[in-house]
RNA sequence: UGCGGAAUUGUGUAAUGGCAGCACGACAGACUCUGACUCUGUUUGUGAGGGUUCAAAUCCUUCUUCCGCAGCCA
């Protein structure tokens, strides 16, 4: 495959050439607080797969200096979901918060330079404060004295202050226009219990101290992020250069990837989850790994998706059908092939004797001969899709219809013979005879039959609700939902429909809940009903494919 | 209005002064015992103006549009 150079890579080639760094060291630090989703991949891709490119290391680190959002579910999830893509960090899994005692002492050495302080503004204060895009802030406590600084921090820590007391702020610049480095603020007190922590700690560092403070102790050489982080540069550049770290990781920031027809807000799949409109995290709908895990999508679908999408600069939205291509293409090879008639009609073959059962042998897999046949009972009376039948055909439906001959696929070429209706104009059975003479093989008058439909036995045949799954939502534009806007206004509410009394071939009575099947339509397909023509089984209703 | 970014076909992404390419999608045809798959073909693009140059998506310049930032979130 052709390998092009995309511009982190570019940049790490220059920080390598000019001998800034000798390899490569990056990390990917989710946050603890939910599942990882569609987009998260992309980045764990960028981080992991870099390293791999460069033979360097890539870190896992638990990013949880917020004790109020995080929690200890979401860590084993973390890890089995990155495993599975087939990622690993060797020894190298961290915790943010285990360098709580080194981000103390490198805030106590940034406070003995002169470099931070103790304010005592409070949130509402602070917001007064801050100044807007043209005037600077105020911060009436930024000369107070080292020594009242150090004294005051130290306090902080032992608990002798209400949460929103005090903060710790950096001493920048009050009049910068990147509002980030008006004396941010680097520590908060929080009494609330840390996942991992327990109550050992009351003050804790802010994402902006403690990242850049991670990353050197690790010896993370380039620090991969999305481009919301770009304005927190100069910052994280701030912190390397004026704490006693080892060394000085670059970041270099991408954009995030955003999809049509799919919502990355980890705020909304929760939402999602917690209101009871999915299953769960691993709802077949979810964009998470684990939803798309058990929708049939395989780690090498997903791990192609990300590599053809790229890495830039410039904000984008990737249309889902080349994300939908990739596992389509990748279970059109090694998926087998099962009959599922999901509307079923009754067809009986007049000329076929009421007690015969013949079997066919049909290929699971007309991709891979190595795959095999299976046997596929063919009786009087059959099913076949009410689709596939149409007493008023319009021009170039190639289906049954009145006069009309077609192929039963694997099996006899029928023709049209006669239905019935009931007092709705229904059509409830049709009768057709077959052409025995001709058997499976091809016509023996060397007339061509250019329809082909999927049928299944009446009597050896499994009766099952199927579910069929599509996009959870309708939302085209964008890869998060409008201000204003709930998931409801735009949920697909056909994003799960269950079908019941479809007819389904025998095999799937022994299908196990995860093996994936292209169940077989035949007819017309739309660019809708593409999608459509793989599916997988999910779940086992009533020890039924469901 | 301050600061930081970004603009290449319907979508995503290449081309780093030298034939604007690739993938997905769409459309047309061929093939087909899945109207799938496969194969062939077609269409559409450098945000705008000016400049430098034999030559500009690329360099300079002016403009336009879009995105992000004023959490004690990450």
Known sequence: MEETTNFIEEAINADLAEGKVSAVHTRFPPEPNGYLHIGHCKALTIDFGTARKYNGLCNLRMDDTNPAKEDTEYVDAIMEDIHWLGFDWDDRFFYGSDYFEKDYEFAVELIKKGLAYVCELTPDQFREYRGDLTHPAISPFRDRPIEENLDLFARMRNGEFPEGKYTLRAKIDLASGNFCMRDPVLYRIKYVEHHRQGTKWCIFPMYDFAHPIQDALEGVTHSLCSLEYEIHRPLYNWVVDNVSVPCKPRQIEFARLNMTYTVMSKRFLRGLVESGKVDGWDDPRMPTLCGLRRRGYTPASILDFCNRIGVAKSDSIVDISLFEHRIREELNETAARRVAVLHPIRVVVENYPEDKTEYFDLPNNPKDENAGTRKVAFTKELYIDAEDFSLDPPPKFFRL?????????????????????????????????????????NPTDGRKVKGTIHWVSASDSIESDVCLYDRLFTIENTGAIPEGKTFDDYINPASAVVLHGCRLEKALADAKVGEKFQFVRTGYFTKDSKRDAFLRIVELKDNKPF
């Open 401 to 441: 219809k009145p006069d009309g001959e077609v192929r039963l696929m694997g099996a006899y070429i029928v023709k049209y013979k006669s239905c019935k209706q009931d007092e709705n104009g229904n059509v409830t059975e049709i009768t057709v005879t077959a052409d025995l003479e001709s058997g499976c093989g």
